[in-house]
T-cell receptor, first 111, second 111 residues
């Protein structure tokens, strides 16, 4: 079974721009969660989608948004990028309320 | 979700068992103990989880104390590739479906 895939793997943007990251879950998984990992704050939960609906949300500003498509693929968007948004963004998929399987992440650098 | 406490770092000799402790004294009856690990700059990898009983899979064993206030992850024959940050997470799922990662334990396996 193919694992969770994330694209792109690396991204460089400048302040004020916006970015869209993509996540393809494991086949059959309907839950997709997003996490941000930085050296200072560690791994932090952004949001979770299930069947195209946002089911849970972490404590991030409204500049961070996401969506899920009918095939369970998910995208997250960050608008008006700030230097502090530089991070590894991780996507995880799961069957409902089971262990989460993580992708390799997208490394975003904001200059 | 309940908080967890783990040592910051541990060392282990290659071929020996690695025993990683975790305290979760405020765990609730419906909360599971999950273990993940993260090898540098990769996505976290699910290892094992349990509720009350000890669990074993091809990667590791999980020993949970009878009062459920602490647990130990055991890697029976550590290899150099097991060097990683190990996260112990208490998770109930349900309506609050997110993983709350702490700082974890950096396990270094030495030759």
């Amino acid at each position: 079974k193919a694992g969770v895939t994330q694209t792109p793997r690396y991204l460089i943007k400048t302040r004020g721009q916006q970015v869209t990251l993509s996540c393809s879950p494991i086949s059959g998984h309907r839950s997709v969660s997003w996490y941000q990992q930085t050296p200072g704050q560690g791994l932090q939960f952004l949001f979770e989608y299930f069947s195209e609906t946002q089911r849970n949300k972490g404590n991030f500003p409204g500049r961070f948004s996401g969506r899920q498509f009918s095939n369970s693929r998910s995208e997250m968007n960050v608008s008006t990028l700030e230097l502090g948004d530089s991070a590894l963004y991780l996507c995880a998929s799961s069957l409902d309320y089971n262990e989460q399987f993580f992708g390799p992440g997208t490394r975003l650098t904001v200059l | 979700d309940a908080k967890t406490t783990q040592p910051t770092s541990m060392d282990c000799a290659e071929g020996r068992a690695a025993n990683l402790p975790c305290n979760h004294s405020t765990i609730s009856g419906n909360e599971y103990v999950y273990w993940y690990r993260q090898i540098h700059s990769q996505g976290p990898q699910y290892i094992i989880h349990g509720l009350k009983n000890n669990e074993t899979n091809e990667m590791a064993s999980l020993i949970i104390t009878e009062d459920r206030k602490s647990s130990t992850l055991i890697l029976p024959h550590a290899t150099l590739r097991d060097t990683a940050v190990y996260y112990c997470i208490v998770f109930s799922g349900g309506s609050n479906y997110k993983l709350t990662f702490g700082k974890g334990t950096l396990l270094t396996v030495n030759p």
